[in-house]
T-cell receptor
Framework: DTGVSQDPRHKITKRGQNVTFRCDPI?????LYWYRQTLGQGPEFLTY????????KSRLLSDRFSAERPKGSFSTLEIQRTEQGDSAMYLC?????????FGPGTRLTVT | KNEVEQSPQNLTAQEGEFITINCSYS?????LHWLQQHPGGGIVSLFM???GKKKHGRLIATINIQEKHSSLHITASHPRDSAVYIC??????????FGQGTRLTINP
């Protein structure tokens, strides 16, 4: 257990539905990251927050994706109108300085 | 071409063998991470290094900044070392760029 938690761990949804994932970072960490990992590939950067400010977004993050970190603590990642191509593992990580601590991930399956 | 390339992509070895996984990168970095991912998804950081060599138990990581290359070695490999090993480089403001991973299987 790295101290970073994610909920839910698994989500199965039908195409076109909206889903929301939550990440709770290590409490003193001010940076929080979201990554996406498809089968057989390394993770890809989606977005990152410093405290409550979203400082960078990948081009992978289409307008169907939105992420928030309203009080600089937990973060949510919402996917609207899910597509089958959204099926992946969504990973959250937090860091205070350099080393990133990863959560267990949320595996999304869109049917 | 990916910014971070790992080799081999898959590696199968017998228990006790010495294992080497290589990582080459093409971008400027502030540090390099070696990560371990077990089935089920959880990722654990093994090493973060910006120069030289680090050792932790049976694991050794080296980096050559001039050549933009890093290696992860496992001595006296064991079936419990079976996992995916991922090289990731830290760019700029703490953003990680990942290799595609090396799937390691150690047979008893």
């Amino acid at each position: 257990d790295t101290g970073v938690s994610q909920d839910p761990r698994h989500k199965i949804t039908k195409r076109g539905q909206n889903v929301t994932f939550r990440c709770d970072p290590i409490s003193e960490h001010n940076r929080l990251y979201w990554y996406r990992q498809t089968l057989g590939q390394g993770p890809e950067f989606l977005t990152y927050f410093q405290n409550e400010a979203q400082l960078e977004k990948s081009r992978l993050l289409s307008d169907r994706f939105s992420a928030e970190r309203p009080k600089g603590s937990f973060s949510t990642l919402e996917i609207q109108r899910t597509e089958q191509g959204d099926s992946a593992m969504y990973l959250c990580a937090s860091t205070g300085q350099y080393e990133q601590y990863f959560g267990p991930g949320t595996r999304l399956t869109v049917t | 071409k990916n910014e971070v390339e790992q080799s081999p992509q898959n590696l199968t070895a017998q228990e006790g063998e010495f294992i080497t996984i290589n990582c080459s990168y093409s971008v400027g970095i502030s540090a390099l991470h070696w990560l371990q991912q077990h089935p089920g998804g959880g990722i654990v950081s093994l090493f973060m290094l910006s120069s030289g060599k680090k050792k932790h138990g049976r694991l050794i990581a080296t980096i050559n900044i001039q050549e933009k290359h890093s290696s992860l070695h496992i001595t006296a490999s064991h079936p419990r070392d079976s996992a995916v090993y991922i090289c990731a480089v830290l760019q700029g403001a703490q953003k990680l760029v990942f290799g595609q991973g090396t799937r390691l299987t150690i047979n008893p």
